[in-house]
């Protein structure tokens, strides 16, 4: 299964729609590419549709055609933890979210995360301690839909000192918050970011297929 944010919503891809419960989904089954492009055309501008489900019984070729429809990039953050298990977090466009940014070049997802966040935050002495999971969202740019997969990963430091926003990412605050502040967050987030959380708080939950 991959799970999909469209307008914050989730378009979920599945070869085993049997096992899928939500029944305030509307489904369709894989016809065609195009058919797939118009029906992810009517749940965007269907601002009542909760979320949508596809399926197809070969999951790697649906979610090929899927990417057919969008420009793909990637991107990669981290969840970091500071000495006292405090949680660092961005404010930007006047939503908590957490450190990332695209891949430049070849890079690797892990070197990309590491330096998003020191960019980011003025975060250093950083160290990924594993990889968490990849999220997907979608958005537009320059007329064309583009899907964005993030690789996340947990990150430590022992960092203490002055945090620094990136003002030019339109990053207006960087916090570091405890756990019983995230309700907060969790109420004015990106709902990708509240599934990274969740992972993040149970990390045996199955996500993305890799």
Known sequence: MYK????????????????????????????????MELQIEAFEHDKTAI??????????????????ICRFVKAAGGVVQNKDDELLFIFRKKKWDLPKGKLDGDEHPREAALREVQEECGVGRLRIEKKLCDTYHTYWEDDRRVLKKTYWFTMKTNYEGRLIPQLEE????????????????SENTYRAINDVMEIFNNPNLPYNRE
Request: glycine share 4%.
């Open 170 to 185: 339109d990053i207006t605050d960087v916090k570091w918050l405890k756990q019983g502040d995230l309700n907060a967050v």
């Open 51 to 68: 979320g949508l489900m596809v399926f197809h019984y070969d999951l790697d070729e649906l979610f090929y055609y899927f990417r057919r």
């Open 4 to 35: 999909v944010f469209v307008t914050n919503r989730p378009v979920i891809l599945t070869d085993r729609p049997d096992q899928f419960i939500e029944t305030s989904f509307g489904k369709h089954r894989f016809v065609s590419k195009k058919k």
